[in-house]
């Protein structure tokens, strides 16, 4: 069960932990591929969100959960730390991608746009036939089939 997180003084809270408190209501459909979850280090440092997506996702039926090594290692984004340090930002990138590329996923799974767009571009770069997608795209499709099924 996913731990209890740090409370935010704004009471901002991620959708997947309020997704996880509230639960699934939704028939949920297969998505039959192989996904890993990156863990956006605003949500897994700043919130303690590590848990919740991962418990979501773990939920659609198919889907095939890989662990990510060093998940919660920044992929380089960091707000626009990639334009403001472009090498360093472009060199966690490529480990990032190495380790997405590793564990054999069709699908990247991240919780925050510039995470997306930061994996994303190192991805295209490679050629890597792997998807980025955020982890609630996810959840949104496994709904869709479970209504046609």
């Given at each position: 069960?996913?731990r209890?997180?740090r409370?935010?003084?704004?009471?901002?809270r991620?959708?997947?932990?309020?997704?996880?408190?509230?639960?699934?209501?939704?028939?949920?459909?297969r998505?039959?591929?192989?996904?890993?979850?990156?863990?956006a280090?605003?949500?897994?440092?700043?919130?303690?969100?590590r848990?919740?997506?991962?418990?979501?996702?773990?939920?659609?039926?198919?889907?095939?959960?890989?662990?990510?090594p060093?998940?919660?290692?920044?992929?380089?984004?960091?707000?626009?730390?990639?334009?403001?340090?472009?090498?360093?930002?472009?060199?966690?990138?490529?480990?990032k991608?190495?380790?997405?590329?590793?564990v054999?996923?069709?699908?990247?799974?991240?919780?925050?746009?510039?995470?997306?767009?930061?994996?994303?571009?190192?991805?295209?770069?490679?050629?890597?036939?792997?998807?980025?997608?955020?982890?609630?795209?996810?959840i949104?499709?496994?709904c869709?089939?479970g209504?046609?099924?």
């Open positions: 069960m996913p209890a997180r409370r935010s003084p704004s009471g901002v991620d959708v997947s932990e309020l997704l996880v408190e509230i639960g699934l209501v939704a028939r949920l459909g998505v039959e591929r192989r996904v890993t979850y990156q863990d280090c605003h949500l897994a440092h700043g919130q303690g969100i848990h919740q997506p991962r418990h979501l996702l773990r939920q659609i039926p198919g889907l095939r959960l890989l662990e990510l060093a998940s919660d290692r920044c992929c380089g984004s960091a707000g626009i730390y990639n334009l403001l340090h472009p090498a360093i930002a472009g060199e966690l990138r490529e480990r991608v190495n380790d997405i590329v590793g054999g996923a069709e699908v990247v799974a991240v919780g925050n746009p510039g995470c997306l767009l930061q994996i994303e571009a190192g991805l295209r770069a490679r050629r890597a036939p792997v998807e980025t997608v955020h982890t609630i795209s996810l949104a499709e496994a869709r089939r209504l046609r099924e």
